[in-house]
């Protein structure tokens, strides 16, 4: 073959696709949004209704909450504000509104304003705090810092003023607008802390008469709390908690340390007396005068502005930082309740239907009542949605143990649950036994077996002995990363255990039939693979005619004619066919050339062979299919027959 002319191509048409950005809106069931501040503004909670007040004072305004921190409703034009309280029987929400140097009452209900408190001032008001019917609130600068009160039964229409100022008794002495804290089980107590250029200060006023009274104050160096940042009354106690460490017991109108909690940050504590504290991202809860925790809950990365108690002691409330900045309320629940650990252990594998021991432990840092009841549940092949078994009670050194006779196979998981008291909260814990299963047998024919190209050919896969499950899944995966694999059929087998499908053979094809086991058998898989043939053919040319010589048919082309041969095979991307050549001398035949040529998109190619240019000369040529040589590997090699050419004068 001395050259390869006119073989057949295509023309390849690149087709360019834009791309569009689409923004997707998901639809469903509307929600609240949670509620979410740049610049914290007070944080308080109301039992009465249920409600959690956030401040925001670069916004100005005052958001409410449900318990699960959704927000209701929001008022605004509160400018700068800087704390929030409550009134005593929850109808009032206060804020401090430093911006506009006034105290404003809003219905807690609806977050209307019921009255505007002007506090003539020219710095604060700064925090405030509400107790025997009055509303608190400390203002100035650290020159001239002084409190003041705001009495609503007070009308202003009367000509009495409601807004009372300068009424730090004597013998107290602040240099910034103080903290202040009041507790529903001291009535008529304000505790007042501030921390000064050099010193820091706090005091313990009688506010429940005409005018405040001194019970204790300190102003030191930092040498009793290192500097005063937050301050909490103590119920049940005479004393103050400060920063969220420091316990502060007063009498006799001074402060002495009485004891500490793990350092902290700030705190706020509950009326029961339980401590919450919060440090950085952590939120740690302890009961009163304890130092092993309660609880510890990890609200974030980003540190905490503000924490306060549902006044039912049922949940805890926390403004989290963001990412970026801002803050976003959190609600944390069951905050006096321990979380016990709970263990489950197993063995990796067992038989099936023999018994087995599981055991574990359940402890928890807040002592548990003797004789804890542990339910159990096992959930396998049979029992998908879990079966109950008997309960297990916990040893007094928190050790437990049951037995189970297994009776599927497969993957059983044992849960164990505890349901909690009212000092616990409930976990559960699980572990997983690979049961053994009885193998099946699962057969495929065909395997190796050669067909030509497109012929249907029956595989039939055949089930042995199961227990329930009679289905068989088969799939026919054809050679070539075009063709994906595909479910052919799933169904029963019939009575003999035989499921069969029909195969169109256009390409080498791995089957497999899958069975996904059963409680007491095993899952499988068969493959079977075969194998398919191209289809090919080849067509000469330029011939003057046919005849035979002696009993072959030859092509008889003049010994300047150059015979073309067109091959037609099945196309795949990037098939070549290949030509094999061979002339006959002295009586046998001699291999002259073997060569590749592409195929067009058609699946054809003209070869043109050349003249010799002699005559007498016997030659005969094939296509051929070589898989791994032509292309790809997704058929078998595949022949066509000779084709006989004679040249003469």
């Known amino acids: 073959m001395r050259s390869s002319v006119s073989v057949s191509t295509a023309t390849a048409l690149a087709v360019l696709l834009g791309s569009a950005a689409l923004s997707v809106v998901a639809t469903g069931t509307a929600s609240a949004a949670t509620a979410g501040v740049t610049t914290p503004g007070g944080l308080v909670a109301d039992g009465a209704l249920k409600r959690v007040f956030v401040g925001d004072s670069s916004a100005g305004t005052v958001a409410a909450t449900d318990y699960s921190g959704n927000v209701l409703a929001s008022a605004g034009g509160i400018s700068g504000v800087t704390d929030l309280a409550v009134s005593d ?25 019921k009255a505007r408190y002007p506090v003539a001032t020219n710095v604060g008001p700064r925090y405030v705090a509400f107790t025997s019917g009055k509303l608190w609130f400390s203002y100035g600068d650290q020159w001239d810092s002084n409190i003041g009160s705001v009495d609503p ?21 602040i240099n910034d607008p103080g903290f202040l804290d009041t507790a529903a089980s001291r009535p008529g107590v304000l505790a007042l802390g501030e921390t000064g250029i050099s010193t820091d200060s706090m005091a313990v006023l009688d506010v429940s008469g005409a005018t405040p009274q001194k019970v204790a104050f300190y102003n030191g160096d930092y040498t009793l709390n290192s500097g005063i940042y937050d301050i909490d009354l103590v119920p049940g106690s005479d004393e103050v908690l400060v920063n969220g460490t420091v316990r502060d017991a007063y009498a006799n109108g001074a402060f002495t340390q ?107 840092t807040v002592p548990l009542a003797a ?79 050669l ?4 012929a249907d050919v029956k595989f039939t896969a055949h089930l042995g002995t199961t227990y329930t499950n009679r289905t068989v899944a088969i799939y026919a995966d054809p050679f070539g990363a075009d063709k994906p694999k595909k479910l052919l059929k799933t169904g029963k087998v019939n009575s003999s255990g035989n499921i069969s499908v029909t195969v169109d053979m256009t390409r080498d094809t791995a089957v497999s039939a899958v069975f996904a086991g059963d409680a007491r058998y095993a899952s499988k ?14 067509a000469i040319s330029k011939q003057y005619k046919t005849a035979k010589i002696g009993s072959t048919s030859y092509y008889w082309f003049h010994k300047n004619t150059a015979p073309i041969v067109t091959t037609t095979m099945t196309y795949y991307k990037n098939r070549q066919e290949r030509l094999d050549l061979q002339v006959y001398y002295n009586g046998k035949w001699y291999d002259s050339d073997s060569e590749y040529f592409g195929l067009g998109t058609n699946g054809k190619v003209a070869v043109n062979l050349g003249a010799p240019g002699q005559s007498g000369i016997k030659a005969r040529i094939r296509a051929a299919y070589i898989n791994g040589s032509s292309g790809d590997s997704v058929n078998s090699t595949t022949y066509t027959g000779w084709k006989y050419l004679y040249f003469s004068n």
Do not use: C, M
């Not at 809950?297 to 540190?303: D, I």
């Not at 898989?525 to 080849?538: D, I, Q």
């Open 258 to 364: 009485a004891g500490t909690y793990p350092g902290a940050q700030r705190a706020d504590i509950a009326p029961d007396g339980t401590v919450a504290q919060a440090n950085d991202g952590t939120i740690t809860t302890y009961r009163p005068n304890a130092t092993k925790a309660i609880r510890t809950y990890s609200v974030g990365s980003y540190g905490t502005a503000d924490l306060t108690w549902a006044p039912d002691n049922s949940r805890l409330f926390v403004l989290a930082g963001k990412s970026g900045g801002g803050y976003t309320l959190k609600a944390l629940t069951d905050p006096e309740k321990n979380v016990p650990t709970l263990t489950v252990n197993a063995p990796s594998s067992a038989a099936r239907a023999k018994k087995l021991t599981v055991t574990g432990k359940l402890s928890a």
């Open 371 to 449: 004789g804890a009841k542990l339910t159990v549940t096992r959930t396998d092949l049979e029992s998908t949605k879990g079966k109950a078994l008997p309960t297990v009670t916990v040893a007094a050194n928190g050790t437990y143990s049951f037995t189970d006779t297994p009776p599927v196979g497969g993957t059983v998981t044992y849960k164990v649950s505890y349901a909690g008291d009212t000092g616990h909260a409930a976990v559960s814990a699980s572990d997983k036994v690979a049961v053994s299963r009885a193998a099946t047998s699962l057969t495929l024919n065909n395997n190796g077996k």
């Open 525 to 538: 898989t068969v493959k079977a693979t075969a194998y398919a043939k191209v289809k090919v053919s080849t």
């Open 89 to 113: 029987d929850g109808s009032t929400v206060y804020a401090a509104a430093q911006g506009t140097h006034e105290i404003v009452a809003l219905d807690a209900a609806t977050l209307d304003v």
């Open 451 to 454: 067909y030509g190209y497109g």
């Open 153 to 173: 039964a007070v009308d202003p229409a009367s000509g009495t003023d409601p807004v009372t100022l300068g009424q730090k008794p004597d013998g107290v002495s």
